[in-house]
C-alpha cells in the first residue's frame, strides 16, 4: 500500500465518519445529555464495535452477508430493532433535566452502559459491515502482506471516526445550557428519539445490492 493510497483511503475514512449515521445521533445525543466527557465512553463503544466490523470484514465474513439473504435478514433486522428500541427509550426518558442521585452525583447510565450501547449500535449494522467489505479491498495491494495493510487501515479508520465523534459530542454538550429546561430536555429526547427510530425503520428496506 503505497502512501497515495493511504491518503485516499483518509479522505475516503472522513466523508465516511462525517456523513449522518446512527453512531453520529448517538454521540451528539449522548454529548448532550450527559457532556463531552461521559459521552467519551459512548465513543468508544462505538469504535470497538467498528474495530468488530472492520475484522469482520478483512476476514471475508461480511462476503457471506452479501452472498446470503438469511444471514443478511437477520442481521439486518437485529440493527433495526436494536435502533427502534434506542429510539423509543430516548423518547420516552423523563424530562426532568439534569437529574442527581443522593450523592450529588448525576443519574447517569453506568460507564459500561454506554459503552455497550455505542458498541451494539456499530456492531448490529449491517451496512456498515458491507460497506466495508465493498471499500477495504480497493485500498489493499495484492503484492503485499494483506495483514499489516488491514492494521493499517483499521488504526486509521477508528483514528478518523474517533475524532469526529468526540467532534458531534462536543458541538452536542456545547449546547447543553440550552437545555436545562423541563420542556427543552423533552424536545431534545424526542427529536433524537425519533431520529433513531426513523433510522432502525429505514434499516429494514436496505437491499443487499444497495446496502453501500
Do not use: C
Amino acid at each position: 500500500m503505497t502512501f497515495a493510497t493511504w491518503i485516499g483511503f483518509v479522505i475516503a475514512g472522513i466523508l465516511i465518519a462525517i456523513s449522518p449515521g446512527s453512531g453520529a445521533v448517538l454521540s451528539m445525543s449522548h454529548g448532550l445529555a450527559y457532556g463531552l466527557k461521559k459521552a467519551s465512553a459512548t465513543v468508544l463503544g462505538l469504535q470497538l464495535g467498528l474495530i468488530l466490523v472492520l475484522v469482520i470484514a478483512g476476514a471475508g465474513v461480511g462476503s457471506l452477508l452479501m452472498a446470503s439473504e438469511l444471514a443478511f435478514t437477520v442481521v439486518k433486522t437485529i440493527g433495526a430493532l436494536y435502533l427502534i428500541w434506542l429510539g423509543i427509550g430516548q423518547w420516552r426518558a423523563k424530562a426532568e433535566g439534569p437529574s442527581v442521585s443522593t450523592s450529588g452525583m448525576a443519574a447517569h447510565p453506568s460507564f459500561g452502559r454506554r459503552v455497550m450501547t455505542g458498541f451494539l449500535t456499530n456492531a448490529t449494522n449491517p451496512k456498515g459491515i458491507i460497506f466495508m467489505v465493498a471499500v477495504l479491498p480497493q485500498f489493499i495491494s495484492k503484492d503485499a502482506p494483506v495483514l499489516p495493510q488491514l492494521a493499517i487501515l483499521g488504526a486509521t479508520m477508528v483514528t478518523i471516526d474517533t475524532t469526529v465523534m468526540h467532534g458531534y459530542a462536543f458541538l452536542a454538550s456545547s449546547m447543553q445550557r440550552w437545555f436545562r429546561d423541563v420542556r427543552a430536555v423533552k424536545i431534545q429526547n424526542r427529536f433524537f428519539g425519533a431520529v433513531l427510530m426513523v433510522m432502525g425503520s429505514l434499516l429494514f428496506f436496505v437491499k443487499r445490492g444497495h446496502a453501500a
